[in-house]
């Protein structure tokens, strides 16, 4: 008998967040999704292990938004989590998550944003506020932030806020809010520490512990590029997928807007390729997937949220052009290729302050990804050539050749060419707008150049001694 499949629907979620869920791609719950919501839904405490990556964020996130009360315009959810990085992701995820939920607003905290811009966003009265514990803490002791009708809490990777110091913030927010509350709390470990908080904060919590499903990916061949040398994104993406024999390819960014820039950036270098991101409706997403499931479309430029659940079998190669903020969100990535027994290959752009998240993922992946050099001009234009020549070649195997003979002899430039210089003219032409030969790498080399010393000279002007002060 087969096992039937678990639906967002059986776990107890309303049609809002349904739709919601709809709307995003996702197509069935994650074992701690179905693990964590019916009990969350229910009332209950939930201590989780599982790994960045898991789906751990829909999995507390649905079923507390659910039981917001959004005519009561104070925090009733409070997310601690150990990054801004995270706690921004945390706070889009539940915007995504909360579209259809009239009346429900929802902050990020954390360090490094203007105060009076969350002051403002405080003030509405969020029911949902997300922060790093350092920025909580402040907004607490300054009295702007009123927890008196909070309800339920969130502890997002627990072992990372004690690995950062963050554990004795942490022990004093949650001394302050009320008794009576819904405690979720999810690590990839459980250090005693973390254990020690669960005993003192959470009442009787159920345990779920879910195995990270990461794989080797043994069929993708993967590479990364150090972003440097004064070349844009835009250009080395460009320059790479000219490079790379693909059937079609998804490039992943961290943000929507990213995606229309990305996805107009390479129409102007003339390839088929459209955006995939949040703000699309159902409609609009399932026409571009068939597009490119059927051949009509090249290359998605997609967010993490909005490619969720996507499988397409053409898909050959996978860009990262913004590295995932986690490792395992790399691995799910990278997993968009090398399907139905096909070798796939994954880039991963990285830049210089980005190296230790790079590290990361090797660790995860338990593998040594290799560096790559980005593609020269002389590479590029001895691609085209080869490809132009390839369709000569094809042309010469046509039928109807003696047509064009034909038009040789009506062909009566000023002076008289010999047939070979009438040839360099007439391939000049057909290259159109894509040139077979391009400008040397020499030229780069000379800008960054020109760069390096207009600012050598700008930092190290000799002062003139008569401006010297003799002052002792």
């Known amino acids: 008998m087969s096992k039937v499949e678990t639906s967002f629907s059986d776990l107890g979620l309303k049609a809002p967040i349904l739709k919601a869920l709809e709307d995003l791609g996702y197509e069935k719950p994650s074992p701690i999704q179905s693990a964590c919501i019916p009990q969350l839904l229910a009332g209950r405490d939930v201590l989780g292990m599982a790994q960045t990556g898991s789906g751990k964020t829909a999995a507390f996130s649905l079923p507390l938004l659910q039981n917001i009360n959004p005519e009561l315009a104070a925090p009733q959810i409070l997310v601690l989590a150990p990054t801004r990085e995270l706690a921004v992701q945390v706070g889009d995820a539940c915007i995504y998550f909360a579209k259809y939920i009239t009346g429900v607003n929802i902050v990020s905290l954390y360090g490094g944003q203007r105060y009076d811009l969350q002051l403002r966003a405080l003030r509405y009265g969020p029911q949902v506020v997300v922060g790093t514990p350092g920025r909580l803490l402040d907004h607490l002791k300054r009295g702007t932030l009123n927890l008196s009708n909070l309800n339920g809490l969130v502890l997002d990777e627990a072992d990372e806020m004690l690995r950062m110091g963050f554990i004795e913030d942490v022990e004093n927010i949650l001394s302050q809010i009320p008794a009576k509350h819904q405690t979720a709390l999810f690590s990839a470990t459980m250090p ?238 057909a290259q159109g707008e894509r040139p077979l030969i391009l400008p040397q790498h020499n030229n780069i080399k000379r800008r960054n150049r020109i760069r390096r010393n207009f600012r050598d000279r700008k930092y190290s002007v000799e002062v003139p001694r008569d401006n010297i002060s003799n002052k002792k």
């Open 192 to 429: 005693e520490v973390i254990r020690r908080i669960t005993r003192r904060f959470m009442n009787n919590p159920y345990e779920v512990r879910i195995q990270s499903s990461v794989n080797t990916c043994p069929d993708i061949n993967q590479c990364y590029w150090i972003v440097q040398g004064g070349i844009r994104k835009n250009e080395a993406l460009a320059r790479f997928l000219e490079a790379e024999d693909f059937d079609a390819a998804i490039i992943f960014v961290r943000t929507k807007n990213a995606t229309l820039e990305v996805a107009e950036a390479l129409e102007k270098n003339g390839y088929n390729s459209a955006a995939l991101n949040g703000d699309m409706n159902q409609t609009l997403r399932e026409q571009t997937l068939d597009r490119l499931k059927k051949g009509r479309l090249d290359i998605l430029i997609a967010t993490d949220v909005a490619a969720r659940g996507l499988d397409v079998d053409r898909i050959s190669l996978v860009v990262n052009y913004d590295i995932p903020l986690d490792s395992e969100s790399y691995v799910h990535r990278i997993g968009r290729t090398g399907r139905a027994g096909r070798t796939g290959r994954a880039l991963l752009f990285v830049e210089n302050r980005e190296r230790r998240l790079l590290r990361n993922i090797e660790r995860l992946m338990k593998l040594r990804i290799n560096e790559v050099k980005l593609p020269t001009p002389e590479m590029l234009s001895s691609r085209r050539l080869a490809n132009f020549a390839d369709k000569v070649q094809n042309q010469l195997e046509s039928n109807d050749l003696n047509m064009y003979r034909a038009l040789l002899a009506k062909l009566q430039p000023a002076e008289e060419l010999d047939m070979e210089t009438l040839a360099a003219v007439l391939l000049k032409m």
